[in-house]
């Protein structure tokens, strides 16, 4: 295309020539050409048919010149990521997208926002569609944000150089828990209303420390944080708005900010990870195929600011593959099947719309949402420690894998290989033995409380099955780092507990939690009061 | 790249094709069925259609054109101070057009007036109907969806929401509402329930201070058993008291006693004496006295049944009852008549020994007499009295009770997720909740599984008090051996004695049984379920529930939308009238106002109504108005002042300066034989009867009574100015009489009552000489002075 128009462009230039020099006449003849010369303008190149033309399509692009103009052929390869950031990134943008459209005709009032839900399903045109689109693609942004970061953990993704990145992608975790979980009330049902309701008494839940300490009137950082996110006693209007602003302005503007700093980041660690033995491999090929003259000369003027020997993208070139078209299709492809599958539920699933928030009208029992249960259930048993001491340590402990964990042994490799695999798996049933028996334990015999009705509620803070659980899997964990002399196979063997205890958790509340927190086999057998 | 790339890339190439077109698909169903397949989109097609047909029919060019090009949109009300919209118009497009009214739903136009009374743009739809007005499709649109918990009010329901506007006990249009409404006074419901500003007047029970003296203990444990069995009318629900319980409460009830009866001589009177006073004081009017053929009770519901009464009450009790009513029970509505101590004696004989159960006598003889009860039962009954919330309907010394049952305020619009169910098979919805409730209390409970061990069941169940064993019966439906050992178990867990895998919570080793027993009977009735079964008839209990529906928090936004309260006006003068009327408790069958029973007439215009001569000489020995029918005013022997009292203070007050103006302005015109004509032209003598011609249907209008000889005729009795107001409009004076509306003019009228005020009788005229017409044109305030 690039060289049919540019002999157009000399049709043109003959043309003027031959003809008589009259300025309307040069008017009219690019007046002509304006379709072709916008597009050339646009576009700046032809299609691009050599592998300089589409490494420089992709490099002037504004949209793409976030990836690489080369790309290892094993970032392409679906086992390598499984697409799950592609796919989180889509539904963030899906969800964006919906969210914008549901905006239009939501208004952040108690008196009106149930009224508006009812609009969207009932008379905004496709307003259903879009709601549901916008709740299942939250639900599934959240899932695939959890099994991105499994990925990147098992890969050990986390490692040098990508240590910040991962502090980046827990951060970017904890965000989307806060987009989610502020959209939750925002429909303004019982579902909403109490679950939020909830969340405010975790937040409020340091009381229970403050209490045992004996400082609660003087120092109640509980109350302070309960007021902070709900600005009343109680959720109402106060709450609403401050949850519509963090959902719709703060939270997505901060996500963004993040989501820019990650994928820059990604590039200038070197793109995506990939095992130490690839790269060999592709060092001796390097060789084989001469020097990698075909990547564009520009981009060594970077190299000095990029960590590492060598640019990743010089390295093992044989091994590469422009990225157009190859990411694009791949890319294009991820985009338009997660945007037909969200299309596909948001059509065949409607997303709940329960009562009209009623604060007389307790619900029992009241669950907040499903990425939160398994924490709920932690609440069950310690305000504090389920809902702030438990979901802080383990926050802050997986953004410090990386610094504690500093092996570069088995980088890029799923589980780091047949030991990691075994300790993975290891770990796993470790984890399924231990909630399970934990669970069993405290519903057959209760706990502290029901032994000892007068015991300090300072005890069971620090006492909990929940901290029990934390303290056995760190036990876990330094076991395997001390037998296999190796803190990958610990941090592989704490991360599966938690990751293992979090299913489980999220599971048992989910299925066996019924009115009062009580424990039942199935929600046919929940008392009627 | 070598040839795997370009297979992958061409892979993705596809994957990204099918995925696109997929998603374009989508998009595109969704715009369509946004567009096209909506249901209300068809009918309001139907509905163009059949405008067009319509027009066609009419056949003028300027409606066919006004019918064609029928909009098809959302239509919706918007009830700004209801904060509502109401789309149920987009599928319900016909509802204002008459046109529709044959045609099937949803285009169907609204039946009724109701619309003219309560404009579509003003109420909307949902504010009567209920569901889900915002809703465009059927089933949300019904409230037939999971999250909605106000349906559409099918049938007679509906009428619990006029209750938003109406407050009245009587609503318009609505007479399940009104009766559900009467019936919740009638049964005492506020005894028990907590129901916003619904309260009990008077309680719907009788005093029951010295009920030990009144009653045979045999008599009270069988009426506390089943009250249904001696008195199938009654108001007293069945409790389904087990043994133990009656026990308990009978013994308890015995205690109170009146020693002034205790001590009273045993009554002697004569029979044949009392059979007369009987007769004479129309006791059957009030009374059950005997059964007919098919076993249907004859006489009046207003007091207890006489039947067996012999085999009830203590004749001493008897006597002093029958001499002053009121000093028993302030609110009876028995009227203290002018008995003699003989007289009190003789009925009391006559009572005593015609409504008495020999066979009963005998075999209560055979059974041996109850104990006196023991201290723990009368504290045992003490507390059940307490507990099942006796004191709502029955006042027992004059201690306050507070209510015992449930709240029911706002039990309308309590979700419907928060009503026990328990495993009944009724549908999960506020009225069949309620409807079941009322009709059987007890069904609407979990069936409990038995724990295993049988032996250590029975061993708890049979050491247990009757008290705890009482709660126990309650909760189940049929009380078998099975059941009430499952509900110890379920009680001790909920009481927390017991642990979610029935253990005892505290794992002390001890005997289970034992303990589980002393704890049970410590708290005796944990949490008994005490709604007794009123035995209401279908259509009772289907009012009741219309009635407690509209106990909802939904209330009319603003005055404007309330319909005006109509002031109840409590007749209850503080004069000497007011006194003899609650002597003689005229207000038991008479109206006055609003006050007062429709069983006789209505007293509110009787001034303006009879002659005051009359109405004294009536007053004196009432008699029946109509052949046909033996009962009629008891005969009080009201001493000579207080019918004059009477009848002056009725002639004076109770009237209506309105009433037959036009009598008193035409009655010049009057011709009493044009009115004869007319009389007999319009088939008069069809219903009445005159000098023993005619119809029994109406009143007789020349009522011949053999024992007394001024039998009053039409003319003696009537005033001209009632007689012509009635002619005119009958149903105007009493809405539900079967007098036709002849459509008289005003001349017509006129003739006939001129004709009707000269049926007087002779001899009634003699016999009270003094007695004159009124001079013409004299106003009636004048009329009814007192010649003494």
Known sequence: MGTESSKMARQVESDRQDASPGALRLLWCNLLVTP???????????????????????????FLHILPTRIHRDSLRIRTTLGLGVISLVLFFLLSLTGVALMIYYKPSTDLAYDSMKEIQYVVPTGRFMRNIHRWAAHGMVLCVILHMARAFYTAAYKSPRQFNWVVGMILFVLTLALSFTGYLLPWDQLAYWAVTIGSEIAQSPREITDALGITAWFDIGAYQKQLLLGANHVGQEALIRFYVLHVIVLPFVMCVFLAIHFWRIRKDGGLT??????????????????????????????????????????SMANTMATYPNALYAIGALCMVTFFVMLCLGHSFNAPLTEHANPLVPENPAKAPWYFLGLQELVSYSAFM??????????VGLMLVPYLD???????????????????????????????????????????????????QIVITFVNPGTVMLVVFSLWSFFITQKTNSTRMGALAIFTCFLLAFAILTYFATVHRGPNWGFYWSKSDWPVH | MDNSDEYRVGWLKWLLLVSSIGCLALLSLAAFQENFTASWRAHQVEYSKRLDQLARATETKTQRKSSANYPIKVRQVFLDEWKRVDRCVTCHVGIENPDFAEVPQPLTAHS???????????????????????????????????????????????????????????????????????????LGCAGCHKMGDIANRVKAGPQLDSIGSKVSRKWLDKWLTNPKDYLPQGKMPYYGLNPGAVDALASYLMTFRNGAIDHRPKPEGDYDTGANIYRESQCIVCHVTKLDYNDNPVGGQIGPNLLEIGNKVNSRWLVTFLKNPHSFYPNTK????????????????????????????????????????????????????????????????????????????????TPVHQLTFGDAKVPHTTPDFLYTKLKSPKSLHHKFKLPTEGDFAAAIWNNLSPAAQFSGSQALPDGSEQDRMAWVFVQAQRAGLLDASLKIADGVARSQAAWLVEELNKTAALNPLKMPNFQLLDEDAKALTIALMSLSDVSAPSKHFEAPRRPKMVFNPKDKFGKLERHYRCLSCHQIRDSGELLASDLTYEGSRVDREWLE???????SMRRMLTIAMPIFHFPKEESRLMAD??????????????WRLGRAQADPERGKTLFESKGCLACHQLHGTGGDVGPSLTTQVPEFPHGTWVGDKLKGEWIYQWLKDPQALLPDTIEPNLSLSDQESLDLTAYLLSLKNPEYQQLDPAHEEPEAGEVPEEHGEPES
């Open chain 2, 617 to 623: 000489h009536y007053l004196d020995k009432p008699y």
């Open chain 2, 112 to 186: 009724g007036d109701i619309l003219k009374h309560h404009p579509a743009d003003k109420f909307g739809c949902t504010i009567c109907h209920q569901g889900q007005g915002r809703a465009t499709e059927k089933q949300a649109a019904h409230g037939h969806v999971p999250f909605w918990d106000k349906p559409l009010l099918v049938g007679d329901f509906v009428q619990a929401t006029c209750a938003k506007c109406h407050h009245d006990e009587q609503v318009p249009q609505a007479p399940a509402l009104s009766h559900g409404r009467q019936l919740i006074g009638q």
């Open chain 1, 36 to 62: 072709r010369s916008f597009r050339d303008s646009l576009i700046r190149h032809g299609r691009p048919t050599s592998e300089r033309a589409a490494s420089q399509a992709v490099f002037t692009n504004f």
């Open chain 1, 274 to 315: 990939r095992p130490a033995g690839a790269e060999a491999c592709s060092e001796s090929e390097k060789f084989r195929n001469g020097p990698p003259a075909l990547a564009p000369a520009k981009t060594y003027g970077l190299m000095a600011v990029v960590r590492g020997r060598t640019p990743a993208v010089d390295r």
């Open chain 2, 334 to 413: 028995m009227p203290a008549f002018h008995f003699s101590d003989q007289e009190a004696l003789d009925l009391s004989q006559y009572v005593m020994e015609e409504w008495i159960d020999y066979d009963l006598l005998d075999a209560e003889e055979q059974e041996p007499e109850p104990a006196q009860g023991t201290a723990e039962q009368i504290g045992q009954g003490k507390r059940l009295f307490a507990e099942l919330g006796c004191g709502g309907c029955h006042d027992l010394g004059h201690k306050t009770v507070k209510p015992t049952g449930p709240d029911l305020t706002f039990i309308g619009s």
């Open chain 2, 649 to 662: 203070y009725i002639s004076y007050v109770f009237v209506d300066s309105e009433m037959g103006k036009g």
């Open chain 1, 386 to 395: 389920g809902g702030v001491g438990i979901p802080g340590i383990v926050v």
């Open chain 1, 406 to 456: 500093r092996e570069q042994e088995e980088v890029g490799v799923w589980f780091g290989g047949s030991r990691g695999r075994r300790v993975s798996l290891a770990s796993a049933l470790f984890a399924i033995v231990v909630v399970v028996g934990i669970l069993t334990f405290t519903i057959n015999y209760g706990w502290l409380r029901d032994w000892y009705p007068n015991i300090p």
